[in-house]
């Protein structure tokens, strides 16, 4: 059966352009309300905001039963940040986006997570002629591949974004986040798929998933939902529930035992029900899918007539 996690960061004080949702919350009331949602056995938590210190933070996971799916470095919060970490022209910001990525390798050692993922948002564009986009390229392959080759013991994923903070992120598609990975040649790394960000990067994600999982690098799921022209956030099977239902499919596919874990935003939704959902949607359909006739919705795929997959999942699927 699949692990579901949820990332603590919406757990609490959440905003937008417009609104505030949801009380702030500390660390420990965050961990303590994951432990009590059904089906979520781990967690995601942003380094060094709202995790850092190991003796603090281990001995509440140990408390509240708790796995590590991840800890998430974000380099894009500091001032410093704002028009790109990684990429920055000066070696300096570079460097101090760099160890932001050892000191997470640090932290998810000293707890015992097995992996640390990080989302390069703010590195990116808006405007021609606003980069130098050879240099900059040069700058990510080198900033990610000197932070991976910190402990490569705990493998660095990159998690691909087509927008957001920036109008055009740099690692925006599953396959130049493989490119990005080929050109750094740094010993433990790998990708986060984020189903959503798959989405508005006009992907579709169960493709983009076989892609990533026919290369030579690991790879860590996020799960969410979206129209496909924003990164909503929403729950799954909200907008694209047949979509999710074949990216599941390919996870057993691919043998994929890792955490699904949300990244979805509970704006002015009840918080431990929106997390429950995913978890409990997730593990439905991951046991229907594994009930399924595998070796002939395989043999369907592989044939040439479309009706009668459809026909299979109409009646073995969506039990219609």
Known sequence: MIKNAVIISFLGKTRDRFSEYNEDRTTAERLAMASGMEGIEGIEAVFPYLV??????????????LEWAAVNVNVKAEPEFKNGGLTSPKKEVRQKAIQFIRDAKDFAQAVGAD???????????????????????????ESLGEG?????????????????????????TAAKTLALLRDAGTAGMGVTIDFGHSL??????????????????PYYVHINDNDGRWDWDYFVGTKNLLAYIEFLYYLQKYEYTGFLTADTSPTRWDIKRNFETNARLSRKIWSRLQELDQRQLSKLIHGADYMATWQFIETEILHF
Request: glycine fraction near 4%; proline fraction near 7%; charge should be negative.
């Open 52 to 65: 850092k210190d190991p003796d603090y933070v281990k001995p509440l996971m140990s408390q509240y039963n």
């Open 148 to 172: 991976a080759a910190h402990k490569p013991e705990i493998p660095l994923f990159i998690e691909y974004k087509a927008r957001e903070s920036r109008g055009h992120c740099f690692v925006d």
């Open 115 to 141: 992996k640390v993922t990080c989302c390069p948002l703010s590195d990116g564009y808006e405007f021609a002629f606003q980069c130098d986009y050879g240099q900059s390229w040069r700058h990510l392959v």
């Open 200 to 217: 508005i990067a006009g992907e579709n994600p169960a493709e983009a998933l076989s892609f990533v999982a026919e290369s030579a690098f």
